[in-house]
């Protein structure tokens, strides 16, 4: 197990710098989830750790020593990819057990390490068989359980959950937080989805652009970010973001409302839209609303409601939940 | 449905000509000499292997057929290793000059071997390799590489670069994912590398004629010149030669030939 020590780092091709001056600090143990669109550079940077992409600039400590010119197996990571990358003429226990078979490890603990895995990880049938005869979920896990194998002292995983159906995402979810929790290795995590990191991060690190916008554990983030990028960002449904007489009147460029803030049915002074979309979830009911002059709204009613598309409704924000933005999108303390 | 009928049609007398001139060696060899006065077409009455006989002993068909065999098969399982080696780091190692190098292939592959057959002979002749089996070898590597330097390179293209970075994680050598990686998935070009080198090397005329001038290190492209004078020609043990050279040839094509097809289109597709 390592912490980890991000000192300006930076990553450019030729002329374009894509990274640029990344600060971070990673404590023994934690759970990181890096996150961004496609682009902003969250992939480059956990390759950057892996030793899969050279440094430009800047320091990566890990666990204390710098680790900038370390091949990958020197800095002693292990690395989940989004592709599962699994060796397909191998089987799963050979697989698994490929990096102890580098190092020439006896056989018989290279079998007893594998077992130990594909135990954890529910692969104990399937140790004869070879990737193409796995599911996507089974093949997951070996990628999973060839990372564990090596106990490594830090865990990247590049968006591990992206080619698996939506039911065994969420399974899947959950089984990689336990195996944190009882490996209490570093992981770091990167994903696009903005649930993945809310639901497992100890923090989140939100990138845009090459930039890190905020580092925060997820409720930080989701009360108190600091952007109008990460407010869009993090919450599904997403913030809404109104500008023009709504934000003039509270002072701000930018206002934004998420979903579950809005009160329904508040009176005369509420804002009149109508409603445009509903999504009946059980649990909660969505409405799009149509208000003039801020444009389409979301709104997120828990329960069950009767509200169907062209009804006439009025809506209302918490006041005590409303987010500002001037008009770099920076957050106006209220 | 005529449109069927004629394409079978069609590809029914391109067979017959593509399997004719075969048909009519085979039935050239099994012939006694006294049945050569019918026309080729006829099947041999009096079906007889003297001719295969006489020609492996006294055309000394047996000790071309070790050379040939000797180089061929030298130079599949070399130009297996050369190849892939090259084309491994072509696609998966970033390196100084290697578009210098990638250029270099390409020139390769557009220099006709005629074209350079005489400063080949020299340089061969300056090595002192002159009617040597690892003259010919290193003069038919030398020539070819290129061809199956792009043949891997297009195939390990196929394969995906986290395959090569999740073993790098995992702690292995470039060498070691050539190996223990990238190799064993590489069946299908392998293949078609081995069956295409060996078939080049085994039916090369140009080479062997220059190279290698004495008699007990000729090849059988060049024994089978043997049947042939300016006058005159053995036309049984010109068709026998012609069968056992090309019998070893069939049988590979026979056994390999999903893995060959497969090698051949691998490029192509992904």
Not at chain 1, 223 to 250: C, H, L, Q, T, Y
Not at chain 2, 206 to 221: K, N, P, V
Request: hydrophobic share 50%.
């Amino acid at each position: 197990m390592a912490g980890l020590e991000l000192k300006k780092l930076s990553k450019a091709y030729g002329n374009v710098e894509v990274l640029h001056d990344i600060n971070l600090s990673i404590a023994d143990g934690e759970f990181i989830v890096f996150v961004g669109p496609s682009g902003c550079g969250k992939s480059t940077l956990l390759r950057m750790i892996a030793g899969l992409e050279e440094i430009t600039g800047g320091d990566l400590m890990i666990g204390g020593k710098l680790s900038n010119s370390l091949s990958p197996k020197q800095r002693n990571i292990a690395m989940v990819f989004q592709s599962y990358a699994l060796y397909p003429q191998m089987t799963v226990a050979e697989n698994m057990g490929f990096s102890l078979s580098l190092e020439r490890r006896p056989k018989d603990e290279i079998a007893r390490k594998v077992n130990e895995a594909a135990e954890a990880l529910k692969l104990g049938p399937y140790l004869d068989r070879k990737p193409g005869q796995l599911s996507g979920g089974q093949r997951q896990r070996v990628a999973i359980g060839r990372a564990i194998v090596r106990q490594p002292q830090v865990f990247l995983l590049d968006e591990p959950l992206s080619n698996l159906d939506a039911a065994l995402r969420s399974e899947t979810r959950v089984e990689i937080s336990e195996l944190h929790q009882r490996m209490a290795t570093t992981m770091i995590y990167v994903t696009h989805d903005q649930v993945e990191a809310m639901t497992m991060a100890d923090r989140i690190v939100v990138l845009n652009g090459g930039y890190i916008e905020q580092v925060g554990s997820p409720m930080e983030l989701y009360n108190k970010p600091a952007s109008e990028f990460v407010a869009g960002f993090i919450g599904s449904p997403k913030m809404n973001f109104v500008k023009g007489r709504f934000a003039d009147a509270v002072g701000a460029a930018t206002l934004g409302v998420r979903p579950e803030h809005f009160v329904v049915g508040a009176g005369d002074d509420a804002w009149e839209g109508k409603v445009t979309l509903v999504e009946r979830l059980g649990h909660d009911t969505i409405l799009y609303v149509n208000v003039p002059e801020a444009g389409v709204l979301t709104v997120s009613l828990s329960g069950q409601h009767d509200q169907t598309v062209g009804d006439t409704v009025h809506l209302k924000p918490k006041m005590e939940f409303i987010h500002k933005f001037t008009n770099e999108g920076r957050p106006i303390a209220a | 449905m005529l449109g069927r009928w004629i394409l079978l049609f069609i590809l029914g007398i391109t067979a017959a000509l593509m399997a004719a001139p075969l048909i009519l060696t085979v039935f050239t060899s099994l012939k006694p000499t006294t049945e050569l006065v019918n026309p080729a077409w006829y099947p041999p009455i009096d079906m007889t292997f003297e001719h295969y006989v006489r020609v492996w002993t006294e055309g000394g068909f047996s000790r071309y057929f070790f050379n040939t065999l000797v180089i061929s098969v030298i130079d599949a399982i070399v130009m297996i290793f050369i190849a892939s080696m090259a084309a491994y780091a072509m696609v998966f190692i970033d390196f100084r000059g290697k578009i210098f190098l990638q250029i270099l292939f390409l020139i390769g592959l557009m220099i006709p071997v005629t074209a350079i057959v005489l400063p080949l002979f020299q340089i061969v002749r300056s090595f002192g390799l002159l009617n040597t089996h690892l003259g010919v070898i290193l003069a038919d590597l030398a020539l070819a590489v290129s061809v199956f330097v792009f043949m891997f390179t297009s195939y390990f293209a196929g394969v995906p670069k986290a395959l090569h970075e999740a073993a790098r994680i995992d702690g292995a050598t470039e060498f070691q994912i050539y190996r223990r990686v990238v190799m064993p998935i590489a069946t299908p070009a392998v293949v078609t590398t081995a069956l295409l080198e060996f078939l080049w090397s085994w039916n090369d005329l140009l080479l062997r004629l220059l190279l290698m001038t004495r008699d007990e290190m000729r090849t059988l492209s060049v024994g089978l010149l043997n049947f042939q004078g300016t006058m005159t020609r053995d036309v049984t043990g010109l068709s026998s030669g012609t069968v056992i050279m090309a019998i070893p040839v069939v049988l590979l094509f026979l056994f390999f030939q999903r893995h060959f097809v497969r090698g051949m289109t691998s490029g192509a597709v992904k």
